[in-house]
């Protein structure tokens, strides 16, 4: 079976490629497509309300360009003390072009005095088949927010992410680890069921 993951992140790809041939419980197995292979691709704009509307916008245009079975992802970090922020607009918090640098300097920066650090990620992840209704599910990984980033690992926000029962950040815990717990891990493990 083929599939499109619908994202030019190379992280993503990765991330979503090592995890899907690692699933539990494998049936036919998955040949994963990046769209690298698909230089001339429409570019989808995230503009929908929510992380999982995101989502399947870019699973069903990517599915419609492709005639091949779609998944796409959309992901944020919600922070308690920024009452939700940057959530659904994570990626471009800090300005169109930024680096993760830059996006987690501003975090840290927004942060400044704040007590509760409490934060989460979110995931959705949508599958569509072509000519088929789309089929999206949500995962979410609680954590906190530390000081300073750690870590050389992963992508994003995940230096200065530190998952619940854990003492170092996503980009600490390296790639096996942070596949089995975090967000996007929990939203694909219920996803394999869509394929």
């Keep these: 079976m083929k599939l499109v993951l619908a994202t030019h992140n190379q992280g993503k790809v990765r991330e979503l490629t090592k995890?899907?041939?690692?699933?539990?419980?494998?049936?036919?197995?998955v040949e994963v497509i990046s769209l690298q292979n698909y230089p001339?691709?429409?570019?989808?704009?995230?503009?929908?309300?929510?992380?999982?509307?995101?989502?399947?916008?870019?699973?069903?245009v990517i599915a419609e360009y492709t005639g091949l079975m779609a998944l796409a992802d959309d992901a944020g970090l919600e922070v308690d003390a920024l009452n939700g922020a940057p959530g659904i607009h994570s990626k471009r918090w800090a300005g169109a072009n930024a680096t993760d640098a830059i996006r987690i300097a501003k975090l840290l920066?927004?942060?400044?005095?704040?007590?509760?650090?409490?934060?989460?990620?979110?995931?959705?992840?949508?599958?569509?088949?072509?000519g088929s209704d789309p089929e999206g599910v949500l995962g979410v990984c609680d954590g906190h927010i530390l000081h300073t980033p750690r870590g050389e690992s992963g992508f994003g926000?995940?230096?200065?992410?530190?998952?619940?029962?854990?003492?170092?950040?996503?980009?600490?815990?390296?790639?096996?680890?942070?596949?089995?717990?975090?967000?996007?891990?929990?939203?694909?493990?219920?996803?394999?069921?869509?394929?």
Excluded: C, W
């Excluded at 429409?42 to 699973?59: G, M, W």
């Design 157 to 195: 926000y995940d230096p200065v992410f530190v998952p619940d029962g854990y003492e170092q950040t996503f980009a600490e815990l390296g790639e096996n680890i942070k596949n089995k717990i975090s967000h996007r891990a929990k939203a694909l493990q219920q996803a394999i069921a869509l394929l």
């Design 109 to 130: 920066q927004a942060l400044e005095g704040a007590t509760d650090r409490r934060a989460r990620f979110v995931a959705a992840i949508a599958v569509v088949h072509p």
């Design 40 to 60: 001339n691709a429409p570019e989808v704009v995230e503009d929908r309300q929510t992380y999982l509307e995101n989502a399947v916008k870019k699973a069903s």
């Design 19 to 29: 995890m899907l041939h690692n699933r539990a419980g494998a049936g036919e197995p």
